[in-house]
């Protein structure tokens, strides 16, 4: 793995790695996030329950986390805004979106994940799915776009 799957446009053994082994804390909330994208697409389910908040843990599933990450093509990961979780921040949110391929069916998983940080180093604490935006058309046409997102014309889709 040369570059990090985190999106950062850096080689992967100086963004996520150092953080995912141990080496390195991860400064921000931002960056355990990113730490957190890769280490799944890595199939590092130790970090992932190690990063999520003690006060989290007990309805965590290791073999499922792991049998799911097995499963999943990775196709990366977007940051789309933090709020707090700086280095002298005791918590932060980052909004994400993190795109992958399950069973060859192109999904996003849009969230805004909730980030403490606890002893010095950051966790994850909890998240909240974002729900797509509802698409406002006044009226569809025949040749538009069908509304439920499949990409099909209307005529083609839901307007049959």
């Not at 986390?65 to 980052?94: C, F, H, K, Y």
């Amino acid at each position: 793995m040369n570059n990090c799957p985190c999106g950062s446009g850096l080689a992967y053994s100086s963004c996520c790695e150092p953080i995912i082994n141990g080496s390195l804390p991860a400064e921000t909330a931002e960056k355990l996030m990113r730490a957190r994208y890769s280490a799944h697409v890595a199939v590092q389910m130790d970090f992932i329950f190690e990063t999520t908040h003690p006060d989290q843990r007990q309805d965590y599933d290791h073999k499922g986390t792991r049998e799911w990450a097995e499963g999943t093509d990775w196709q990366g990961l977007e940051i789309i805004a933090t709020q707090n979780g700086g280095p002298a921040d005791d918590s932060g949110e980052v909004e994400f979106i993190a795109r992958f391929s399950e069973n060859d069916i192109r999904r996003e998983h849009h969230e805004r994940a909730q980030f403490k940080r606890q002893d010095g180093r950051w966790y994850f604490h909890d998240g909240t799915l974002v729900k797509p935006r509802p698409i406002t058309v006044s009226k569809i046409g025949r040749n538009d776009p069908c509304s439920c997102g499949s990409g099909l014309k209307y005529k083609k889709c839901c307007g049959k």
